[in-house]
């Protein structure tokens, strides 16, 4: 459990170590200039915005969006590999442990409110899915221009990331950015004020019900690398993991749900250590082998 619980323990700084290293290129927040260097080609593992004046790589759902809107082209190899790779080997970890939006969400959470529970609201868990066909495949896919370009409609007409970390940052040292902003920029202010709104008083509402990056990572929760394992023998049935967990799910009955963000706060939470990620277990039959071999 040792490295289970040394992920458990440091998540928070894990998760601003990932936002810096997804930001490396700080001084550009001060110029009001978009990094464009080599780096920027390669797709980052959690929700970035390329506008973003410090990000040192792409979002995977902006270069698909690119990709599928190109009138060059409508399937791209790397970007669609990257996602898998992502996918098969991490998958909603990133959500936990590494998307900038994420603890952006998460420290609005922090602030002393009243709490709300969002366990009978899980129909809004399938509006991502529905964001991800819609919005980010077929509409960049079927509805072009005249030149036979989609528009990134995820990016462009929801996304309140694109406004947090490109948009507002830009337009402040950016006087022609900032007399452009009109009414699409007001709606997703909109949105991000929202977002902004209800993470502090619910637990990461994007990363439930509007994050099409998480619908991706959470449809290869099963199968994923890094992964959740519970012995069933050690518990005692005392309901403090179910009660833990901020993304409603009874861990106890489905340790890989598509929710899941592999947070940890169950594993705390649990008094006789019947939860660890798999990396643990690994470990241990390493062991017991290496002891059945002496």
């Known amino acids: 459990m040792k490295f289970t619980k040394f992920l458990t323990a440091k998540r928070v700084l894990l998760q601003g170590l990932a936002s810096i290293l997804s930001n490396l290129h700080l001084k550009n927040f001060l110029t009001g200039q978009i990094y464009t260097g080599k780096t920027k080609v390669a797709c980052l593992p959690g929700l970035n915005c390329y506008s973003c004046p410090g990000a040192a790589g792409s979002c995977p759902i902006g270069a698909l969006q690119s990709v599928l809107g190109s009138s060059k082209f409508k399937f791209s190899y790397y970007v669609v590999g990257i996602l898998i790779f992502f996918s098969v080997t991490l998958a909603r970890f990133i959500c936990g442990f590494m998307c900038p939006f994420g603890l952006f969400q998460e420290l609005l959470y922090k602030i002393p409110s009243k709490k709300f529970s969002t366990a009978r609201l899980k129909i809004l868990t399938y509006l991502k899915y ?147 990620y798999n990396c643990d277990l690994v470990k241990k039959k390493e062991k017991e082998i290496i002891k059945e071999q002496i």
């Not at 990331?161 to 920029?185: D, H, M, T, Y």
């Open 130 to 276: 529905i964001i991800l066909l819609v919005m980010v495949i077929a509409l960049p896919l079927l509805i072009t221009n005249s030149l036979g370009m989609g528009n990134p409609y995820f990016c462009k007409y929801i996304c309140p990331q694109g406004v947090l970390e490109g948009a507002i940052p830009l337009s402040i040292l950016n006087p022609s950015i900032r007399a452009g902003l009109g009414k699409l920029f007001k709606l997703k202010f909109m949105i991000l004020l929202v977002t902004i709104l209800l993470s502090i008083f619910t637990f990461r509402p994007f990363c439930k019900w509007i994050c099409p990056l998480g619908a991706i990572y959470g449809l290869f929760n099963k199968i994923a690398l890094v992964n959740l394992n519970f012995d069933r023998d050690k518990c005692i049935s005392c309901g403090k993991c179910k009660k833990a967990c901020k993304m409603d799910i009874d861990v106890r009955e489905d340790q890989n749900s598509p929710e899941c963000i592999r947070c940890g706060m169950c594993i705390d939470s649990c008094p006789v250590d019947a939860l660890c």
